[in-house]
């Protein structure tokens, strides 16, 4: 049985494959193009910091001086690629038939003859069109549209101003980011508050054999960029890329950016989009701040075992999941 969803992509993926016609963007543009995960976070929790009432949640959190977990960091990241594999895939790598779900999607993409056709690279315009759907999604500002410059460079300024008046430290905002992903993790894996259970369930998922892709990782990050500006560029454009004379449409429609050549962009930028990242990872879980408390006593010692890569299954979550035709049904060969 074939997954209909991913065969559907596959099809549309077929060559010719689309080309980006040539674009300059200006200088600070391109500044922002290099900060597209980083503005992400800034412009995120640039909006929490403007909730007083989460600010308030997040201030009672920092007073009350957790200790640090026993957890590092690539154990964080593997719990989050499975709440991100289970969001995108619609699939808990626990249950009966998870590796028969995992052998069906990797056996079609490895039929997918990807070394043999070299992926089109959108350069640095890829990377600012996702920058161009962050910013249109965080602040309703479509660059596109007369007067974008004047009211990104007031956000902007907005989220420098915000993140300058903080009084929690960022050492204390990523220790209750920390609870704040771990509490999440712990939820996504079915295991609700039951903040104890999570070691057992770490010790099944180092049991997990999962089936072995043979596509080059580093192409299918290629094709998921690929896919991601495709996307990003008909949804900001409202172009196909594929119909006749598209080329020149989206050049059309691209052309306003250059009325932003003169985006002043503050000099602590950076800085400032890097803590609102920090406030939005730790306001991410405040939901069950209530646990925090009784997840500090439980000491949690999670166990040091070799847990299978998840970043094949994590890419692919990312490429499929906005694919997705709608509910799968009961007789989808991936929904479990």
């Avoid at 704040?180 to 079915?190: D, F």
């Avoid at 900001?236 to 119909?243: A, W, Y």
Wanted: proline share 8%; hydrophobic share 55%; aromatic share 4%.
């Amino acid at each position: 049985m074939s997954c209909t969803c991913f065969a559907a992509l596959l099809k549309s993926l077929a060559p010719p494959w689309f080309a980006l016609p040539p674009i300059t963007l200006p200088p600070c543009l391109l500044t922002l193009s290099t900060m597209a995960g980083g503005l992400a976070g800034g412009l995120a929790g640039a909006g929490v910091m403007a909730n007083a009432s989460l600010m308030a949640q997040l201030s009672a959190t920092a007073a009350l001086n957790l200790p640090a977990l026993s957890i590092n960091a690539s154990m964080l990241a593997q719990l989050a690629a499975i709440a991100q594999i289970k969001a995108g895939l619609g699939l808990d790598l626990f249950s009966p038939n998870a590796m028969a779900s995992i052998s069906l999607l990797f056996g079609e993409l490895d039929l997918f003859p990807l070394p043999a056709i070299p992926i089109p690279s959108f350069g640095p315009v890829g990377p600012f069109l996702a920058i161009m759907g962050i910013i249109k999604a965080s602040l309703g500002i479509n660059l596109l549209a007369p007067g974008a410059g004047a009211a990104l460079e007031a956000a902007l300024s907005a989220m420098v101003t915000a993140s300058a008046s903080l009084k929690i430290s960022l050492p204390t905002l990523a220790l209750i980011g920390q609870y704040s992903a771990l509490a999440s993790a712990t939820a996504a894996l079915g295991l609700g508050t039951n903040f104890a259970a999570l070691p057992a369930r770490l010790s099944l998922l180092a049991t997990l054999k999962l089936p072995k892709l043979n596509l080059n990782p580093h192409l299918l990050a290629q094709l998921l960029a690929y896919l991601a500006s495709l996307a990003n560029l008909k949804r900001l454009t409202g172009v196909d890329p594929f119909s006749a004379g598209a080329a020149l449409s989206i050049q059309a429609a691209l052309a306003p950016l250059q009325l932003l050549a003169s985006l002043k962009l503050h000099a602590g930028l950076a800085e400032a989009a890097a803590l609102g990242t920090a406030v939005s990872s730790a306001a991410s879980g405040l939901a069950l701040s209530a646990h925090f408390s009784a997840m500090a006593a439980l000491n949690l010692q999670l166990p040091h075992l070799p847990l299978p890569n998840l970043a094949p299954l994590s890419m692919m979550a990312g490429m499929l999941g906005p694919a997705r035709t709608g509910p799968c049904s009961s007789s989808c060969p991936v929904a479990i």
